[in-house]
């Protein structure tokens, strides 16, 4: 690639990331609050390095950041993993009475937590990040047709769940 081509690529990167760095750590402050800006950063530095592999469109730029700021989130999550179950080992020893909207608040996290990753992942792209089925597989790196797939049956499973729920809710 020349020199004309490399600094065009920069500046589209460094445009999208301008453009989109919202959305993406908002994405990420959803997920992981309290580490939403180091990855953010993460994210950034980490498609800065790889911007010999960013796509030449600038509207697959967005989903190309979602999906690295996906694969860092992932890595942050597997280091988290062990205080989460120390902090689900200490709650259980104390359980706390909840409200009604409480409850219900939980058992739709824990509806959503209990659906298989790939599920899981689609459903908080398309509710939480408002992208498209498509733009969302592009994020997780699968066909449109195979997440809109995935999409439907996460929904029957939540709304199957979240039925059960509601109907334990004294």
């Not at 908002?26 to 796509?55: F, N, V």
């Not at 860092?72 to 706390?96: K, M, N, Q, V, W």
């Amino acid at each position: 690639m020349s020199a004309a081509g490399r600094a065009r690529r920069e500046d589209a990167l460094a445009d999208a990331m301008r453009e989109h760095g919202a959305d993406v750590l908002r994405y990420l402050q959803r997920r992981s609050p309290d580490a939403a800006a180091d990855l953010l950063g993460e994210t950034m530095l980490i498609a800065w390095r790889r911007k010999a592999d960013a796509p030449g469109e600038s509207e697959q730029l967005r989903p190309w950041l979602f999906g690295i700021a996906r694969m860092c989130l992932r890595g942050h999550r597997r280091d988290e993993s062990r205080r989460l179950r120390l902090t689900e080992r200490i709650a259980a020893l104390a359980p706390i009475p909840l409200d009604t909207d409480e409850a219900l608040a939980l058992d739709v996290r824990a509806a959503i937590a209990a659906l298989p990753e790939p599920q899981r992942e689609l459903v908080e792209l398309v509710h939480w990040e408002g992208l498209s089925i498509a733009d969302a597989a592009a994020v997780v790196d699968t066909k449109a047709s195979t997440a809109r797939s995935r999409y439907a049956k996460a929904r029957a499973t939540l709304e199957e769940a979240l039925a059960s729920a509601v109907c334990e809710v004294p």
